[in-house]
């Protein structure tokens, strides 16, 4: 919970920053959305809004940055408000950051229009993306209540996300060596599957950022990597198959 001071203008500023972050949070979610669905969907009018959208983001990193500054200079806040604001402009950055890669994934739906590929690709980017969404907008919710008891599902699920990419990412491999034609959109699906995942990394940030803010503590260091694509080798899935 933050602090009240008697200073009613101060309390006034930092509810400013976390309504800031609640709007980038849930613009930052439709756009990920968005780019999902146009990329299903082959839609390349609303992977053009995605893309557009992309600005509301940028300008509300620079608003809350800015804010941040002003608050910083006038109040000379110390302990918790300090934390608050610093992790304000923290979480700002990742949230426009998961916009930046929102983007990334609409601009590639012309190019993976070209050539359609299996369902079961799509249903996989779907699956993942969803997962990814879940994880950010339960973060954000954790944001919202302050209830840090309940962060660490954020990085049990942050595993799950990187080792259904993982498993994408096979997938997509063995499509690539059974028709070379499958190449160039299959790569694009690569991207945007590493895009997507990436979302969760940043979902993973912002609870350990919340976390600072709540505690003065930093999380513990095992943080899970579970993007295991390094391991997964040409020669290896010839002699599977």
Known sequence: MQSVHIVSAYDEELKYLSKRIAAMGGHAERMVEQAVTALVNADPGLAEKVIRDD???????????????I????????????????????????????????KNVAKRVAAVTDGRQPTSLFRGLEALANLALTQLKEVLDVYASRTVDKISFVRDRDDQIDAMYTSLFRELLTYMMED?????????????????????????????????????????????KGDKTDKISLSADLTAK
């Open 55 to 69: 600005a509301v983001l940028d300008e509300g990193q620079r608003e809350i940055d800015d804010k941040a500054i």
């Open 71 to 102: 608050i910083i200079a006038k109040r000379q806040p110390m302990a918790t408000d300090l934390r608050e604001i610093i992790g304000a402009i923290r979480i700002s950055a990742d949230l426009e950051r998961v916009g930046d890669l929102g």
């Open 180 to 224: 070379p034609r499958n190449i160039t959109p299959c790569t694009h699906l690569l991207f945007c599957a590493k895009n997507i995942e990436r979302i969760g990394d940043h979902a993973t940030n912002i609870a350990e950022t919340i976390y600072y803010i709540v505690t003065g503590d930093q999380m513990p260091a095992d943080r899970p």
